[in-house]
């Protein structure tokens, strides 16, 4: 049995796990469901072994597997513990072959060059392995050639090799699955499936996330229900029914600020036709939306479906395809300096990397934009034909910012890396702001924000909003975040959009959508 | 200056350095005033070529090993000056002027190049640099000058590979507003030099062009996000500091008293990055305080070698112990530099 | 398409340059032959760092260096003949070894910038290989062999014969076609060393080093321990370039102590991208046909360069020009521009 006991885990203030236990028995088909950012990678994450939870701290709890203490630092540790996980993204190497990436690490070589040269320098037993490979595909019922390189293979055919790998470690006790059939088609899924039950007959265990719940009920005996890092609930595929795991996945949350007046414009200020945009991660594909003046659109989709892409799109960030119109003028040779011009402000998701020069003072941080696109700061005649910052103008601007955001700092002149999160949010908000942005994307806004200030920044919103007319198009996983600043919701799935909600619809209405 | 928490290992082991040194100095009756002139002459002398380090390095490019481009630029600026027989005060700065259109198209050729290796910068500036010099040699072996105290004597076609300054400027910089005090020779219009290439390189820095060069450098996605362009950004500060080469390889010369070509650029990038990183070592905040210090520091330590291992050791291994002294310092950093954001 | 330029554009540039050198193809073919005998195995020495995904490796310089230590070490005890040359591989490689480790720990601390830190680190060999030879030979190194000392009675003198080594190997099964001497013994040598590094890129750690020089991050989640990967290739890489060195400077006959290794990566690495191997791949069919057509060009380049322009000097810098060029290309080659 594999046990899973008060697992939590926290990255720097955020708690991903909060006290995680679970059971899988083997060959039990077991389900876990929750929506973005409930913590099921981080929990695949430590189960496998990933390098990322020792480098960011570790985890507190403890895991048994068949009674043995298991506590995998490594993935090598979680391979020889008899743990296999076929991810979201391809994990295997695209150059190499398939039977290379299936026998990677486990080799087979030739017997007397082994016992002449040690298992390193042992040659490669290639007709063995091509022989192990088709006994293996032919049982999975998978017909390539197994020499093919892996880069070449459909998205479907990848992730069937990468179930095969797994299949193929003869150590193999568990397998973790993560989102296996987000790509598949209702055929190969029931392929899919026919393999897992396979398995299940011969003693493995599967731990099986997904948010196609309607397999998740179909397929699992067990099924575990995560939200905001915790345990939410714990039913058998017997007792459980949609609305339940619905409502167990989804959560109300009091709501303080709120939009006030619905915009009434409809003059679209942005037009997307046809757009599509590809980022490494997810793209979005053919996308049609006008987004008009002074409206604040929300964008929402699970991760990987395409709310990312857009956003990186719109900026020019990513290749991207298609037409996009601002302020009635065609983005031809999209890029950022572009989209800056046209008077559009960009606050990124991950604003502690991309949002803020860290070793400049926050004075440097909010002048910086505007200074930069709009010459704003700019000293007097003559240093202004030397384009010279204008450093006691930008001071008095930052001291107004700091009033006006309750940006919690010594002095203007402090570096922002000693700054609290939140407060580096304010600032790289201020900095955006100061620039009198026409239209604003703001990615996540209150990630990583303590509950106090997630109200003044959805307050400032609405306020720039009003003030400034500004256009407002956030995107976010927190629905209620949403649901309480924006005009209209629109959700992606798939890369494509599905639905445009208003912010009145129901969260299974959201659910439907999302997932 | 100094880490609340104490000194770090890099400063201890310089200061412990410069201390033996001096010590081993007075004990072999080195006279000091001496020294202090050979000082101040050579932190000028190279601190214009670790100076234009700077704006390359701000940009977030890395160790600017190509600098034999911006060396090239400042050889044809003298050899040109030469031609038409510039001399004194007037001729170096003429010797500047020169450099400058030179220095301005390598550079915008260079950073087209640079542009193009993203990610390889360092080790693509290296043999750029290399490459530049091997076709420079063809070029000075078929050169169109004429003045004949720049040809081979025999022959009359090529150039040689060391000109004299001695008829033109050579350390005409050096003399002027030149300070006596005692036995000590201070070389004020150097310094005065030197001091205002500071100044104006950092107040270009506290420009628009300047500001957007150091956020590229710092945290390049941040500046893409806030409207910069990469590429326009990145030349204009390569442009400088080719132009910055240009000059350090004047101020060089002509102290020096020699112009040297061919093959004798090639390995100059390696001391000045050497200064800039052991300045780095010691000053966290501004790059062109880094390559005073780091200048001075380094400089030092070639003055004290030199006579110390003569005497100690061989006279060939000055030479040895100093590349040894500028590849560990430049090692050292590439080790424990915490990698960069990209 | 990058992978066939490079090898056409030498092709073109070594026609152009035997029409204007006008010399004959045989003696051409004969010095390339012996060439290819001297480099072969130094150009091959990198093709496994480069599979490991660390780039070129500059720092064959440092094998190059043991190597020239343990001819110094046999000189010194002055063990002759072919036990003499045995034995000074043995040294080589020994050191080779324990340096190789070395900077392969050096390396894993700078993932992404291994090829400028090897290029210094070949530097530093240098400098420190200098002068412990230039001091420390006759003073805190006990010597044995006078006549290898300096007149001033310590340190190494700056060129030392190796003659007596000279005819042992080099012409075994020496082949007499017309005005065409082939030296098969020593070929066969050569080619064994590829079959060799073929044979490695074949077995348990060839494909773990393939699959981290693909990607890295990937393979680590695959079970793979990365660094000890990295550190065993360029191990392999460092004792290559010993023995590639011993093979040069035997077959040369004679060692420039102080400068002999310098230049040996560079001219390496020239060959084997001008066989169409880059920053990111490179097998050893790119080293063979490289070096043939690299060292093409290195000869024909000095006469060409006097019939031509009536100075040889312009053959001799242009062929270094074409060296550090294609180096430069091969560095731009594959990465996405910056738009401007």
Redesign the interface.
Known sequence: MLCVDNVSKSFGNLKALDHISLRINPGEIHGLLGMNGSGKSTLLNIL?G??LIQKTGGYSGNMLIQEQEYAPL???CA?KAGIGIVRQES??????SIT??I???R?K?VPF?RRL?G??????D?SGHRADIVKLFKHIGVDVNPEEKYQNLSIELKHFVELAREIDNPRLKYLLLDEPTASLNKEDTQKLFKILLGLSKKKIGMLFVSHKIEEVLSLCQNITIMRDGKIAGALTSKHADLDKVYECMTLQKRVKALRKTLSSSNHPVVVLRDFSANTPMESIKDIHLEIFQEEILGVTSLSGHGKNAFVQGLMGLCETKGALIVNDRRMYDL?PVRMISEGVAYIPEDRHTMGLLLNQSVTENIAFAAFQSRNKFLKKFPFNLFRMFDSDEARKYAEGCIEKYHIRCESVAQKTATLSGGNQQKVCIAGAIATNPRILIVSEPTRGIDVSSKEVILNIFLDINHELSTTIIVVSSELDELKQVCDRIVVFHDGRIRAILPPSASDPEFAKHLC | MLTRKGFTLPQIIISVFIAMMFIAAFYLHIPINIILNDVMVRLVMNGVLVLSLVPIMNAGIG?N?GLPVAVMAGLLGMCVAVNFRFNGLAGFFIALGFSIPFSVLFGTVYSY?L??????E???S???G??VV??M??FW??APFSNPVMLWPIGGK?MRPTITLEPFFAKTLNRIFAIHIGECIIPAGMILLFVVLCLLLSIFFKTKIGKAITALGENEIYAVINGI????T??CAIILSTILGGFGIIVYAQSYGFIELYDAPLLVA?PAAASILIGGAIIKSNRILQAIVGTLLFQTIYILSSPIANEL??P??AE??R??IA??V??YA??TQR?MTR | MKRITVPFVFVVLAIVGWHYSQLSLSFITNEVLIRFIRDGILVLALIIPIKAGM??NFAITIGAIAAQIGWLFVLDIQMKGFAGIISAAAFGCGLSIILGWLIGK?LN?????E???T???G??G???Y??IF??GYGTFIPSHNKEIILS?G??VRSMVDLHEYRNIIDKYWMLQIGSLEIPLFMILVVISFSILIY??L???????I??VG??SG????????IDPVRI?AVIISTVTACLGQIVYLQNIGMMNVYTGHLNSDIFSIAALLAGGAT?KNASVYNALIGIILFHFLFIVSPQAGQNL?R?A??GE??R??IA??T??FA??AN??????
């Open positions: 496998s990933n390098p490594t993935p090598v391979i994990a295997l190497i695209p150059g190499l290379e990436n026998k990677l690490s080799e070589t060059t040269l298992s390193h320098f042992a040659y490669i290639k890029n | 160790i090993f190049g542009n193009r290796v993203k990610g390889r360092e080790i693509a290296a043999f750029i290399f490459s091997s076709a040699n063809i072996a078929t090529g362009s990469v590429g326009k990145r030349a390696f050791l061989l060939e291994s040895i112990l590349m040894f590849n560990a430049i090692l590439l080790t990698p | 780039g070129l050096v601390r700078v993932k992404g910038k090829m400028v830190t290029m210094i680190m530097f530093i240098t400098s420190v200098q002068f230039l001091v001033r310590a340190g044979y490695i074949n077995t348990r750690i060839g494909c773990h393939k699959a693909q990607n990937k393979a680590e989640l695959l079970g793979i321990n065993k920053v322009f100075n000097a312009l810098y242009f270094t020009f550090y060029g180096i430069v560095l731009m990465i996405r521009t910056i738009k401007s």
